[in-house]
């Protein structure tokens, strides 16, 4: 039972680091790798406030999650729009983005140390026994966060009008352009939302467990081999991709070893772009460089 739990929880945190991930992917083109450090950014933004300036947690969230959304936005404004501006490849942009995210990580390893940090205030509990296993509050409400996050965002990106147009932007940008869908408002849209999605799940893992400068890395590894797994642009594609990535990783950590977690992403990965390149989905995938 203590195995189902630990799947439960990483496909949970897995489906949000990949949509958050596909909604900027989706709607820009390339990979955004200092997504993983808006992950970060979000753990340390809620130490700063909740632990340093002694803020209360619920004002401590919420402003941890803003700014490092504003990272993920002004990361839009001053690096990749100007670069498309000048005609930049996806190879390029992606190449600023690896840039940018080392930048950027050494920038909290001044602040705060390469030393693990934690957030926890409280005594840590065992959890609530439920048929043999034990599962904490904080592992319980990560469960339930993610999940409702991820139908809410799906519900946003189909009915709301921000989230048409960045479907169609992500669709095809040079047509929204000519109907009067500003491509490059709408892409800084996708970046604000993928970056609280993806911030959300930063402070959920802070909760949970240390947090270190690079902590951001692994689950950006993890959020985009689900996203290719299931298929980019096919949400039901990522809940397939998540869950046989999350239930693959926790069945060889279990019988094998947590070594092999990254091993088993790669693995997984790679059979899919041999075996079926274009993910659960059947779509293809456009553009995709790295």
């Known amino acids: 039972m203590q195995l189902i739990y630990s799947i439960v929880l990483g496909y949970a945190l897995l489906l949000i680091v990949s949509l958050s ?3 900027i992917y989706h709607t820009t083109k390339f990979f955004h790798f200092a ?31 803003l700014c490092a959304a504003a990272v993920g936005m002004l990361s ?6 100007p670069l498309r501006k000048r005609n930049a490849s ?3 942009l ?17 602040l705060w140390s390469d030393d693990p940090r934690g957030v926890r205030t409280g005594e840590i509990r065992v959890g609530h026994e439920f048929l043999g296993a034990y599962i904490t509050n904080v592992r319980i409400i ?12 799906v519900l946003f990106m189909k009915y709301n009008r921000i989230g048409r147009n960045i479907r169609a932007v992500a669709s095809n940008p040079e047509l929204s352009n000519i109907v009067g869908i500003p491509s490059d ?30 902590m951001g890395f692994r689950w950006l590894l993890y959020g985009v081999a689900a996203m290719i797994i299931g298929g980019v642009g096919s949400n039901l594609g990522l809940i397939g991709g998540a869950l046989l990535l999350a239930t693959a990783q926790h069945l ?12 088993v992403a790669y693995i997984f990965l790679i059979l899919f772009l041999i075996v079926k390149p274009f993910g659960f989905s059947g779509k293809r995938l456009k553009k995709i460089e790295i």
């Open 21 to 23: 991930f596909s909604t």
């Open 35 to 65: 997504h993983a450090i808006t992950l970060t950014f979000a753990a340390y933004f809620t130490f700063l406030f909740s632990i340093q300036l002694n803020f209360p947690m619920a004002i401590s969230i919420p402003l941890a999650i």
């Open 76 to 81: 839009e404004i001053a690096i990749y729009k």
């Open 90 to 92: 996806p190879t390029i």
């Open 94 to 110: 992606t190449l600023a983005s690896l840039g940018l995210y080392t930048v950027l990580q050494n920038i909290i390893s001044i």
């Open 142 to 153: 990560t469960i339930a966060v993610c999940l409702v996050l991820f139908v809410v965002c």
């Open 185 to 214: 408002k709408v892409i800084l849209w996708a970046f604000g939302i993928g970056s609280a999605l993806v911030a959300v799940v930063g402070i959920l893992i802070a909760f949970d467990t240390d947090m270190r400068p690079t």
């Open 252 to 263: 060889t950590t279990y019988y094998i070893g947590s070594q092999w977690m990254d091993a």
